[in-house]
């Protein structure tokens, strides 16, 4: 069907601004990742300092005061996914993690935290109906609130009963290999043997011990343990996802670039043809 020059000059005035919102989105994912990153990996630093300190309580009081811990109370599934759309299909490969870890053999029915209203839809298509729903944050100075608010749900439901009797994972997107994504469950509790080994060589000249009540002790350590995971989680959740928005920009850019260059093309096209047309009648109507 052919276009007039009207409406190939429209076209081409839509597309030009609907590639600068494309640009301009692709920048701000791009900028939005970075501190998300940072914060990811400055929270290692804790997270590596938490874990120390269970390695020496375990250490010093016996592996099975934390991995033995009885009957476990309830069990804690906090998802991370998108408040934000144009990042493809990246709340459903997070929500079909949590299917699969929640259809899984041995896997025991319990309470369901989704964090972003996107993944909420994507977990109910999944057949995954989530019992409470948080907000992601905007910032990262947001992820050490939305980290410590997941931590007094988590221990409110609990019941008052020690965190050793909960068993709580982590689903999200993490980064892969090549700038790739990929969905993780990590388990938090009950704590892996492999967190409760001392290092071969301890950080510092003294073997460590401490003098405060060990179930005290044990709780802040337990605490800090989710803090810094779920903080982690969070960070890794919003970078990739910025990720998925940036590659899915890129797309998005190619494609209107080419359909610009097509359609100035045809413009092109039509206004020479109108010229051609002007000139030879300026020639007809001289001749005659």
């Given at each position: 069907m052919a276009?007039?020059l009207?409406q ?7 597309l ?40 020496a309580f375990?250490?010093?009081?016996g ?5 033995d811990?009885?009957?476990?109370q309830?069990q ?5 996914g ?23 053999p ?6 369901v935290?989704?964090v ?20 992601p ?46 969905p993780h ?5 009950p ?8 290092p ?37 959740a ?22 610009l260059e ?9 206004r ?17």
């Amino acid at each position: 069907m052919a276009h007039t020059l009207e409406q190939l000059a429209r076209q081409e005035q839509t597309l030009v601004s609907i590639h600068g919102i494309v640009r301009t989105m692709k920048t701000l994912a791009a900028i939005n990742a970075a501190p998300y990153e940072q914060a990811a990996t400055a929270i290692d630093g804790f997270r590596q300092t938490v874990r120390h300190g269970l390695a020496a309580f375990a250490w010093r009081m016996g592996n099975q005061v934390l991995t033995d811990s009885g009957a476990m109370q309830r069990q804690v599934l906090v998802v991370f996914g998108s408040d934000h759309g144009f990042c493809g299909n990246y709340n459903a490969v997070v929500a079909r993690a949590a299917q699969h870890f929640l259809d899984a053999p041995g896997a025991q029915p319990g309470v369901v935290l989704c964090v972003g209203a996107r993944l909420h839809d994507a977990l109910a298509d999944a057949g995954v109906p989530a019992d409470q729903l948080l907000v992601p944050p905007a910032s990262v100075d947001g992820i050490g609130r939305l980290a410590g608010d997941i931590v007094t749900r988590v221990e409110q439901l609990g019941r008052g009963a020690p965190l050793t009797r909960l068993a709580v994972q982590l689903a999200y997107t993490r980064r892969a290999g090549h700038a790739e994504r990929e969905p993780h469950v990590a388990t938090l509790l009950p704590l892996q043997r492999a967190l409760l080994a001392p290092p071969r060589r301890w950080p510092g000249r003294s073997l460590p011990d401490f003098g405060m009540a060990p179930a005290a002790l044990l709780a802040a350590l337990l605490r800090h343990h989710v803090f810094a995971s779920v903080f982690h989680a969070a960070a890794e959740a919003l970078v990739t996802e910025n990720a998925a928005r940036l590659a899915l920009m890129q797309q998005a850019e190619q494609s209107v670039e080419e359909r610009l260059e097509t359609v100035r093309r045809e413009l092109s096209g039509v206004r020479q043809e109108q010229i051609t047309e002007e000139l030879m009648d300026i020639v007809i109507g001289h001749m005659q």
